[in-house]
């Protein structure tokens, strides 16, 4: 019984080994190669800046500054709040912001992709579906480089209907714990998203920062992701319907870390909580795909987040 163990152990250190093994290559790709970027003279689209906001009233007037000063033409892009069951003045400060506000009461259907949902209804309600081109989904704690948009479009105007940023932190230095989540972010911008854009792969959305196309908004009926990791689920899907993912390296957006161990042990419970959820939602789907036809994006994600 004792050799049949062994046996079975080095059997899996070896499967696992060689299933991880093109993560290697990754990081030689990420040091050495050529970055794939957009196009120089991109033709200029109109776009949405979505945000799902709940009592965000400290955070969300900086976000709404840092997008209106954006280095692209205004008038090209509306920033549209949704106060999320908020009980203090998010709704007020976003709008004295310069932030087109609606407002959302529902305590059965909580949380962001509900949110979502409901803002891209409005918004087609109101503007149309064919108004934007496409989509910016943020935090409320998020502070953009001046030059986000303008590098996001480079991207999109390039093809791709998906292009997820460069997302940096805003506390590397508070303690340990908001320096180990940047470090986390600084190896999937660096040595995971980097390289599977250089290689036409498919790159992964991570939480915020993100733009996808009214095409696709229209094809989900807005917005149809309602699982923890909504923005993984997204990912995922995407890659189902054959659209990659793209990356903007140039497109910089800080986050703010959590800097508590209490808050760090919820959201790493929720992560994996989510990631199951994603799993028994699609993972025949993605293994499918992967046999059949021979989607290495597919394989990619089931490695990445087992």
């Known amino acids: ?25 990754y990081l030689l790709v990420g040091l050495w190669g050529k970055q794939r970027g957009g196009v120089e003279n991109a033709e200029l689209h109109r776009y949405a800046a979505i945000i799902s906001a ?14 209106k000063e954006q280095d692209y033409p205004s008038e090209l892009l509306d920033v549209i709040v949704v106060a999320d069951n908020c009980t203090d003045n998010t709704a007020e400060v976003a709008r004295s912001a310069g932030a087109i506000v609606y407002e959302r ?8 992709g509900y949110a979502l949902k409901f803002l891209l209804h409005e918004i087609f309600e109101q503007y149309g579906e064919n108004t934007f081109e496409g989509f910016f989904v943020f935090d409320a ?23 997820t940023s460069y997302r940096n932190s805003k506390n590397f230095g508070d ?43 229209r094809q989900n009926g807005g917005w149809k992701h309602f699982l923890l990791t909504e923005d993984f689920e997204f990912t995922v899907d995407c890659i189902l319907h054959n ?12 986050d703010e870390q959590p800097t508590k161990l209490g808050q760090s042990l919820m959201q790493r419970a929720r992560w994996i909580k989510g990631y199951l959820q994603v799993f028994s939602r699609y993972g025949f789907k993605m293994f499918r795909k992967m046999v059949v036809d021979g989607s290495f994006a597919c394989f990619d994600m089931i490695m990445n987040n087992i």
Do not use: H
């Open 243 to 254: 659209t990659p993912v793209g990356y903007c390296e140039s497109a910089v957006i800080y």
């Open 1 to 25: 019984m004792l050799r049949f163990l062994e046996s079975m152990q080095w059997v899996l250190f070896i499967f696992f080994t060689a299933a991880y093994a093109y993560q290697i290559f």
């Open 141 to 163: 704690d998020n502070i953009l480089d001046e030059r986000f948009i303008e590098e996001m479009n480079k991207v999109f105007d390039s093809g791709y209907e998906v292009v």
């Open 175 to 217: 303690n340990w714990i908001s320096a180990g989540y940047s470090l986390f972010f600084l190896r999937e911008a660096t040595q995971l998203n980097r390289p599977r854009m250089m290689l036409g792969t498919s790159s992964c959305v991570s939480g915020t920062g993100f733009l996808f196309s009214s095409r696709i908004a």
């Open 54 to 67: 709940r009592n965000e009233s400290a955070v969300i007037g900086r976000l709404i500054r840092t997008l």
């Open 105 to 112: 009461f529902n305590k059965v259907q909580v949380g962001k």
